[in-house]
């Protein structure tokens, strides 16, 4: 008996999961192609009550900063109908898009979660190893910053992680000279379109608390000296 009423609650909770309260129109729009400089674009879902009783939207979550999203009722009638706004802010992407809203509705007595989505595609002046490795440093050569700080791990070490972009179409190796004290993991080979990371370990012994550092890296591509690098950390 005690197994057939688990199996019957069991049944009844996945049958609760499933119960629809809201219908969407649209649950997708494509805004095709956008300027990454261009106006935040505005987006709406029809949302239609298909349930018996009154349903409520709690919340509408986004997947990112560049999707924020509102219902203009948060209350809904059997029936009844609601606008969920959303709004895509394209001046940080590149490429292709899909972003997604959440949106969280009750009837008082269960939460349904229903997903939708935005797609577009933003258009750039750059190229994609420009906007995420804006630092160029020479020979197609390109990272974040040209300043980096050595950052400390749980067992005291510090640690030194740059990322290199070859922006061209042949492969490159990049080595690099710098202060004894970096013991650093190079020469890199670096595909094409490819990033890879340096990183290596700095020797703080014998440094002084309060003591603010500054080493020069020096950065070669294929044997020719194209940049420098500035690492920095206050002991």
Known sequence: MFIMLLCLGLFVSAGAQ???LLEFESREVNLDTLRFDSDSVLVSFVAVNVSPTPV???DVHSSCG??????????????????VKAWFKPRSLHGEQSRHLTVVATDGRDQVLSALTVKAFVQRDLSEGEIRFPEYLGEGLRTEF???YLTMDSSGDYLLRIPFYNDTDAP???SFEGPSRLKLYAPLTIAPRSREDLRGIYNARWIRRGREVHEILH???NGKEVSQIEISRTF
Do not use: F
């Not at 999707?67 to 609601?82: D, E, F, Q, V, Y």
């Open 219 to 221: 950065v070669k591509v």
């Open 56 to 58: 409520t939207i709690l």
């Open 66 to 83: 560049c999707l924020t999203g509102t219902a203009s009722h948060r209350a809904i009638g059997p029936g009844g109908k609601a606008v």
């Open 172 to 174: 490159v190796t990049v």
């Open 146 to 148: 040209t300043r980096v």
């Open 18 to 20: 499933q119960r629809k």
